[in-house]
T-cell receptor, first 114, second 113 residues
Framework: DQQVKQNSPSLSVQEGRISILNCDYT??????FLWYKKYPAEGPTFLIS?????DKNEDGRFTVFLNKSAKHLSLHIVPSQPGDSAVYFC?????????????FGKGTHLIIQP | DGGITQSPKYLFRKEGQNVTLSCEQN?????MYWYRQDPGQGLRLIYY???????QKGDIAEGYSVSREKKESFPLTVTSAQKNPTAFYLC????????????FGPGTRLLVL
């Protein structure tokens, strides 16, 4: 049973436009959400995170929105650049503390077209 | 330069053989993790360790073993009991047990001959 779902395996966006990557979750115990970017044969790189007490967090071109009632979060990248082409993973951590790992979605492959 | 290192980058295993993947961090992080990634899949947690000399099974621990004798090191052994070991293995660490942001190493690709 997938607790973190990224329903779009791939997304193609024109350079300079906005990229919106979506993520849904089912477990109400999740209280902290993260987005990672991954290139082939490399480890994921942390991008941005959001706590469940917030609904928005912004860092440069990256903004994450959290809608707790809908159990949905999204990552906005504006403007999209060629170097943004990668696989993006949504991840979530359960409340209660404890370093018991993150639950990952299957990823969305973002392709930025020139 | 602080970071997480994994070695080797590629590893080949023969049938029935145990192999050990190395993970070292100099970030002074308390918690360390091992994940496995298969093609088209997300990362799945194998084992994690919150402090030295303590570790816990993750979602897919069968066929794997770990040790945490030093804060900086968290090696993963893929035993012969792991029937489908071919995958990309990722090690991560986080500052402490309550800190959700994990930082990843470059990964090791394990292939079975």
């Amino acid at each position: 049973d997938q607790q973190v779902k990224q329903n779009s395996p791939s997304l193609s966006v024109q350079e300079g436009r906005i990229s919106i990557l979506n993520c849904d979750y089912t477990n109400s115990m999740f209280d902290y959400f993260l987005w990672y970017k991954k290139y082939p044969a490399e480890g994921p790189t942390f991008l941005i995170s959001i706590s469940s007490i917030k609904d928005k967090n912004e860092d440069g071109r990256f903004t994450v929105f959290l809608n707790k009632s809908a159990k949905h979060l999204s990552l906005h990248i504006v403007p999209s650049q060629p170097g943004d082409s990668a696989v993006y993973f949504c991840a979530a951590r359960k409340s209660g503390g404890g370093a018991d790992g993150l639950t990952f979605g299957k990823g969305t492959h973002l392709i930025i077209q020139p | 330069d602080g970071g997480i290192t994994q070695s080797p980058k590629y590893l080949f295993r023969k049938e029935g053989q145990n192999v050990t993947l190395s993970c070292e961090q100099n970030l002074n992080h308390d918690a360390m993790y091992w994940y496995r990634q298969d093609p088209g899949q997300g990362l799945r947690l194998i084992y994690y360790s919150q402090i030295v000399n303590d570790f816990q099974k993750g979602d897919i621990a069968e066929g794997y073993s770990v040790s945490r004798e030093k804060k900086e090191s968290f090696p993963l052994t893929v035993t012969s009991a792991q029937k489908n070991p071919t995958a990309f293995y990722l090690c991560a660490s986080s500052r402490d047990r309550d800190w959700g942001t994990q930082y990843f190493g470059p990964g090791t690709r394990l292939l079975v001959l």
